[in-house]
């Protein structure tokens, strides 16, 4: 293994938590809206069972063959060159995953604070404090994520938590007024980010101990869940039917409080606290980028590809996604069935092939 280092499952918990939820709870809401309306709060719970499904196939093929991630175990099952070439769709899918999230963090910096500042300019500043932690490896990773995602995740809670004079709990009824179908059609997302545990492939290599993956996954996937369904109840009580219309509902949440008159106007702090869960869900994109393609390559280590992926990582951010409004109008369409066919059907297909081998060598 090219990663010397470990982690606990405390830590892998919280990586997969940050690494699925830090761009859902800012973009998804909008995006589950605009089909779910006031069901919205039902679509990640539609959606978990991607991620039930791909934590528990990820598991197995990890018991199966022990010690590998994805890329290398798509060689063992498929042969050398097509598992190559498998491997190769699926690094380069994350190359794009990883620049979608770094242009995710880049507009919402720009378009809420640094209305000046180039683009191009943002998500470098971020990708170069990234690369710091990525060549510090996997134990960088995830010292902060126990440091940084409580204070985080308190934070987010606590916001809808003085917000509680403003909710309006009325705004969710009727209830499946136009049926269940709303809150299906608004899960695509939801799936689609949630078969992001696919990403525990290169992580379960690096715990200390194994036997209870299964658990720690599950309870990170529930945990993900849960704050989707939560942050989606807070918007909708707070926006109702205008949700639909609010691109950030978290951060426009944000604006709204105000205790007494020394306490408003806290979206400032709203920016920093969630910089700090993007700088670890970045952080472990990146790293699952470099690991997967020293693997790839076959290479001794991965700390000398950092700085080329990083800037791969910055013009496929700048090249892939035209606009703004085209990366929020493909997540709700083409963008989550892309992620579902790589995430969810290479898995898929790699346990399903290694079984029926298995079966016939018997």
Sequence with gaps: MIEKGKISYLELTLIMYITVVGTAILYIPYVT???AKRDLWLSPIWGSLSGF??????????????????????????????????????????LHDTAIAFREYGEFIGSAFLHKTPLLFIIGSIAISCAIAVHGGI?????????????????????????????????????????VMPSIKGSLAPHAWLSQFSLMSFLIPLLSKKQKVMKWGMVSLI??????????????????????????PVFEAARFISIGSFFEHIESIVIAVWILGGFVQLSAFFYMLVLGTSQWLTLPSYKQIV????????????????????????????????????????????????????????
């Design 223 to 248: 945990a993900s869940v849960l704050i989707m369904v939560f942050i989606n109840l807070g918007n909708l009580f707070l926006f109702g039917g205008i949700l639909t219309n609010i691109h950030f």
């Design 139 to 179: 134990e960088t990773i995830g010292r902060c994520a126990i440091i940084f995602l409580p204070i985080v995740l308190a934070f987010y809670i606590m916001i809808y938590v003085f917000l509680i004079p403003e909710l309006n709990v009325k705004n969710i009824f009727p209830i499946m007024e136009d049926g």
């Design 53 to 94: 499904l791909i934590v528990i196939i990820i598991v197995k093929l990890s018991r199966i063959f022990p010690g590998k991630t994805l890329i290398e175990y798509c060689e063992l099952i498929l042969g050398r060159m097509i598992g190559k070439i498998i491997a190769f769709i699926y690094l380069f899918f994350l």
């Design 307 to 362: 700085l080329p992926i990083g800037f791969l990582i910055i013009l496929f951010s700048i090249w892939s996604i035209p606009s703004f409004e085209d990366m929020i109008r493909g997540m709700g369409s083409t963008v989550s069935f892309y992620f579902l066919t790589v995430q969810l059907l290479i898995p898929i297909l790699l346990l399903c092939i290694e079984l029926i081998r298995r079966k016939l060598a018997i």
């Design 33 to 35: 809206a605009q089909h």
